[in-house]
């Protein structure tokens, strides 16, 4: 069996970042921008009052001095004149500082009598001027590949840039496969379950920038399997759920096997995980997952979240693990790397954490109290708490 890495590898090998495509600004979310950007403008485009109050001359604030004022400046309106000596200019946050002034006195630190303000006696010493340029210029840019978060959705409209090169969001084809699965809200037979991997996978899939195509389940023979897999053209990636193992019904394991599918590689030395396969189905890139709820799940945390990232542009790369304290005592593992459902939490300023005792791979309820999956990695020897381990947030 081939190890995690070199089963990522594979996996990011079969795959291409999508397409460019172009879109407003407006549907930038959780897309990931392909080119670069660059401003069209200096933001801010003027200087600009950072305060409620008046602009003012910075040397004739002495105390209880008194100005004239002459107009006004607010945000959209600019005063277009000139502060010449002895005079002020009513101002607004965001507003145009007008030529002559060199400071905002904020509107506290006077008193207004009529045209006329007279400065307080004590008054704060900031000149609450936001210089032109001061967040950017004009021509700078953001790079690209780069995931757009809502604050540089934010920088890039302020940039007056609407319209945004991104990469197409891939599709994933989900494929369960199982005699024993129906659709929630199907009233299942006293054999049957619900099938829950698909749900599980497309909400991973979408939530992570790309598209989730859900199939009909296909049933346990090979027509319905194949007419199934036929439906996904045109999709980036099939991505299979169960029947991967080794039983009678296994008919996945058995394509990675016998060569029908153009198999890259099949079984992990990984838990659970372990009969993930991976190739290529008429031309198109495979993941097979284990049907195991949580297996599907992990491989799905492990294994999509960088295809998805490497589909769109981003930098191939398995998902960055931090270091936790271990919170129990462990036995040695075994020859697979076990992604431990575990529980992360920080106590006296160390975060602690502490696996379930229950690891098996049907357990969804376990799976949903982790927040975190636990690192072991092949072989590794017992482990006691307090030990530095690795986790992935999930
Ligand atoms: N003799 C051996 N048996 C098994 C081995 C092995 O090495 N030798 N490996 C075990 C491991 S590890 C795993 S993981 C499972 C994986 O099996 P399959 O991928 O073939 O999965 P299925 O048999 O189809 O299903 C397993 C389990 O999960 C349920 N399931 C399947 N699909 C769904 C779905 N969409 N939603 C909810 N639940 C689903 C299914 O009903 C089964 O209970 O094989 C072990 N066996
Ligand atoms: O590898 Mo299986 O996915 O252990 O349950």
Do not use: W
């Not at 759920?241 to 394509?255: E, I, N, T």
């Amino acid at each position: 069996m081939i190890s995690v890495d070199e089963a990522l590898a594979q996996v990011l090998a079969l795959l291409s970042p999508t397409d460019i495509e172009t879109i407003e600004i407006r549907d930038a979310t959780a897309r990931v921008l392909a080119q670069p950007v660059i401003a069209k403008r200096d933001q801010p485009p003027f200087a600009s009052s950072a305060m409620d109050g008046y602009a003012v001359k910075s040397g004739e604030l002495d105390p209880y001095a008194q100005l004239l004022v002459i107009g006004e400046s607010a945000a959209g309106n600019r005063f277009d004149g000139t502060i010449k000596a002895g005079q002020c200019v009513r101002i607004f946050t965001g507003a145009p500082v007008p030529e002559g002034a060199d400071r905002i006195l904020i509107q506290e630190d006077c008193t207004r009598s009529g045209n006329v303000i007279t400065v307080n006696p004590d008054i704060d010493t900031a000149h609450y001027i936001r210089p032109a340029g001061g967040d950017f210029r004009a021509g700078s840019t953001i790079d690209a590949p780069t995931p757009l978060t809502p604050s540089n959705i934010a920088l890039i409209a302020t940039m007056n840039v609407n319209e945004l090169p991104v990469y197409r969001k891939p599709v994933i084809a989900l494929v369960a496969t199982g005699d024993e699965l129906v659709h929630p809200s199907e009233t299942p037979n006293q054999d049957q379950i619900i099938s829950s991997n698909n749900f599980g996978l497309k909400a991973l899939i979408e939530s992570h920038g790309a598209t989730a195509r859900l199939l009909p389940i296909a049933r346990d023979d090979m027509d319905s399997l194949t007419t199934v897999l036929d439906l996904c053209e045109g999709a980036d990636l099939i991505v299979t759920l169960g029947g991967a193992s080794v039983g009678d019904h296994d008919l996945m394991g058995k394509m990675a096997a016998d060569g029908t599918l153009d198999t890259e590689f099949y079984k992990v030395a990984m838990r659970p995980g372990k009969p993930l396969m991976a190739g290529r189905y008429k031309g198109t890139p495979l993941i097979g997952l284990p049907g195991n709820p949580v297996s599907s799940l992990v491989c799905g945390y492990v294994f999509l979240i960088p295809a998805i990232r490497a589909m769109l542009g981003l930098p191939r790369a398995a998902l960055a693990t931090q270091t936790a304290t271990l919170g129990i005592d462990l036995p040695a593992n075994g020859p697979r790397s076990h992604y431990m459902r575990a529980h992360c939490e920080i106590t006296d300023g160390q975060n602690i954490c502490t696996p379930f005792e229950r690891q098996d791979s049907s357990l969804l309820s376990v799976m949903t109290a982790a927040n975190a999956l636990m690192i072991r990695p092949p072989n590794q020897g017992a482990l006691s708490a307090g030990d530095d381990v690795q986790f992935v947030p999930l």
